[in-house]
């Protein structure tokens, strides 16, 4: 089933998948290596102190990730700077999803 298959209506979709800001707690630095099972061949590693690794990271994690992933590898201070750039690049129900959980705006 795709991702956007999972947020249809009468799903239990994203919403409850979305940990809320609060819940968030990966780290401000360092080099972050995604679990295997979102990982795509070669691409497993992040500097989250190069911005545009980072945000490809939480494009990644928010667009594919569990609940705990999310929770485990995302910054709320980061993705809050970065939800500007970030969004645009997320489909248009991902990003409203988001924004309602994690209080996050444009």
Known sequence: MSFAQRLR???AGMSR???ALAD???PEQGVLTLPRHLARPGLREFDISQDGARRSLYGIVLTQG???DMARLVNPRLLRDDWPELRGSLDRKIR???ERRLKLRG
Request: positive net charge; contains cysteine; glycine residues 14%.
């Open 96 to 98: 409203r999803k988001c």
């Open 24 to 26: 968030l707690h990966g």
């Open 66 to 68: 569990r609940r705990n």
């Open 9 to 11: 209506p009468g799903r």
């Open 17 to 19: 998948r979305v940990p």
